[in-house]
């Protein structure tokens, strides 16, 4: 009789667990997909929507539905490629065979990176200092003025690829990392101002 009665209490909180890790389960999942379609409706208002979901979708635990989050995930993404990309044009400035002109417009762009990234890098300390309604707006020009100045940076850097007078693998490996290094930045910007119109 007792080990009936043993059974019926364990079969009662077994399925008492597996009814609350169900909640669970179902509640998790339904943040998750709000989190992302709060991504996905915060990306749509870029200029490079799919980029930006692509590149901020994985972060939506993170970011969960906070506009601050969002904004400052994009800066993360923006600076990690940027700073890749800026490794990456330190390494083919050095490659051999080079014509004079595209030795030129590597050493000014790898300049251009070095200052895009320190940018990126200054906005995102300055972001983490928001913690006062009185120094918001302050802290939000600064921000919104070095990601544009960012931007521009990448913007000659691409401009040195035009035209041309130079042609061939390294013109192209580099714009195409430059153009997803402006993209980045652009929605990142765009982000940024919808955060800093939230408080306007």
Same mark, same amino acid.
């Given at each position: 009789?007792? &080990?009936?009665?043993?059974?019926?209490?364990?079969?009662?909180?077994?399925?008492?667990? #597996?009814?609350? @890790?169900?909640?669970?389960?179902?509640?998790?999942? %339904?943040?998750?997909?709000?989190?992302?379609?709060?991504?996905?409706?915060? @990306?749509?208002? *870029?200029?490079?929507?799919?980029?930006?979901?692509?590149?901020?979708?994985?972060? %939506? $635990?993170?970011?969960? $539905?906070?506009?601050?989050?969002?904004? &400052?995930?994009?800066?993360?993404?923006?600076?990690?490629?940027?700073?890749?990309?800026?490794?990456?044009?330190?390494?083919?400035?050095? %490659?051999?065979?080079?014509?004079?002109?595209?030795?030129?417009?590597?050493?000014?762009?790898?300049?251009?990176?070095?200052?895009? #990234?320190?940018?990126?890098?200054?906005?995102?300390?300055?972001?983490?200092?928001?913690?006062?309604?009185?120094?918001?707006?302050?802290?939000?020009?600064?921000?919104?003025?070095? #990601?544009?100045?960012?931007?521009?940076?990448?913007?000659?850097? &691409?401009?040195?690829?035009?035209?041309?007078?130079?042609?061939?693998?390294?013109?192209?490996? #580099?714009?195409?990392?430059?153009? *997803?290094?402006?993209?980045?930045?652009?929605? %990142?910007?765009?982000?940024?101002?919808?955060?800093?119109?939230?408080?306007?």
């Amino acid at each position: 009789m007792e &080990s009936s009665s043993a059974l019926a209490n364990l079969a009662t909180t077994l399925l008492f667990c #597996v009814a609350i @890790c169900s909640y669970t389960i179902s509640i998790s999942s %339904a943040q998750a997909s709000t989190n992302t379609e709060f991504i996905r409706t915060s @990306c749509s208002k *870029t200029t490079y929507p799919r980029l930006c979901y692509t590149s901020l979708s994985s972060h %939506a $635990t993170l970011v969960q $539905t906070s506009p601050k989050l969002l904004a &400052s995930a994009s800066l993360n993404v923006t600076l990690d490629k940027a700073r890749s990309i800026s490794t990456m044009m330190v390494r083919l400035s050095r %490659a051999r065979g080079m014509k004079p002109r595209e030795v030129g417009a590597m050493r000014d762009c790898v300049e251009e990176l070095s200052s895009s #990234v320190d940018e990126l890098r200054r906005s995102i300390d300055e972001m983490g200092e928001i913690k006062r309604p009185s120094n918001f707006g302050l802290i939000m020009n600064d921000v919104q003025t070095w #990601v544009s100045a960012a931007l521009t940076d990448e913007t000659t850097c &691409s401009d040195g690829f035009a035209g041309s007078m130079m042609n061939g693998n390294t013109k192209t490996v #580099v714009r195409n990392e430059i153009v *997803t290094i402006a993209h980045l930045t652009s929605n %990142a910007l765009a982000l940024i101002n919808h955060y800093a119109s939230l408080h306007g």
